[in-house]
Structures are given as C-alpha cells and as structure tokens.
C-alpha cells in the first residue's frame, strides 16, 4: 500500500475507527509501544545515562556480586550501534545522538590506551564510528558544538600510535578545521 492510498484509507475513517486501529497497533506492535512512550514521556536524560552505561559495560564489564573473576571485554560496537539507530527513529534530539556516537569512540580509546588490542577489526570498526559520527554531525548542522571532541579524538589515535590514524585525519580535513 502507498503512503496517498494508506491517507486516502484514513480519510474515510471515522475518528473512533482511527482510536481503535491506533490502540490495537499500540498493544499489538511492540516498536509502536516504544514510539509513543517516547512522544509522550521523552525521558531522553535516562535513556542517555542507560545507553552510554551499555557501552561502557562493553569495555569495562562490572563484576556481578558473588563471583570472583573479572568479566572479560567484549568490546561490540555493535551495542552503541543499535542504540544510536533506536535514537535516530525515535526522533531523539540530534545533539544526544551525536554525543553517544563520540561516547563510543571515546570510551573504545579509554579502553584501548590501557590495553593493547591486536585485532585490526577493532580499529577499523572505531573508524567507521568516527567517520558516521563526523558524517552525521555536518549533515545535523552541529559541527562547532562538537569540534574539539572530534580533534581530542584524532590526537588520541595519534597518541596511541593507531596504525589507521591517517584514516583520522582524512576525515578531519574533511571538516576544514
């Protein structure tokens, strides 16, 4: 069905037709359930502070009670990635989505300058968030909110010695800094 035939559709309902189609899709379809709670009750501090909790669990596993040994990293970008793909079709202000982009880097290079990590993956994979996350912050018109977490970013994998810190760069010049 097209976008002009689901409008003519809802044209020829009735307004109590239209209540109860939206209330069985909210009770029936869970991302529907999410959508509304978040128009209605737009907790974006808690689901902010929930977020970058579950990415810094990736890099830095807190220890459950009862156990003695120390949970190892599992160090999944893909964790932040849904998060910031959740937020984006939530509507979620782009100044909060920015910041848990950069929060993932960051905190991938906090874990990274106390460990070293011989997977190039890694790398490669923290490149293809920064690069998203200075993508999604030119398109979003925040450029200069966010620059010096950017710049602080490519002096670390300069400072690390990053093998793909060139890679960095590239895309810094790309901001015309």
Not at 64 to 87: E, N, W
Not at 131 to 159: C, D, P, Y
Request: proline fraction near 3%.
């Amino acid at each position: 069905m097209s976008k002009r035939d689901l409008k003519k559709y809802l044209g020829e309902l009735t307004k109590e037709q239209l209540e109860e189609q939206i209330i069985e899709l909210y009770e029936k379809f869970s991302p529907v359930k999410v959508y509304y709670d978040f128009v209605f009750n737009p907790k974006e501090d808690k689901l902010l502070q929930e977020c970058k909790t579950k990415i810094s669990h990736e890099y830095f596993p807190v220890r459950k009670p009862g156990t003695k040994s120390r949970p190892k990293a599992k160090m999944r970008r893909s964790v932040a990635q849904k998060y910031i793909k959740h937020f984006i079709l939530l509507g979620v202000d782009p100044f909060v989505i920015a910041d848990v982009m950069l929060y993932n880097i960051e905190i991938a290079q906090t874990f990274s300058s106390g460990n070293h990590i011989k997977q190039e993956l890694f790398y490669k994979s923290i490149f293809n968030s920064f690069e998203q996350a200075v993508n999604f912050i030119i398109s979003n018109g925040i450029l200069s909110e966010f620059k010096s977490r950017i710049v602080a970013i490519h002096e670390e994998t300069t400072q690390q010695k990053w093998k793909n810190k060139h890679d960095f760069e590239v895309v810094l010049e790309k901001t015309d800094f």
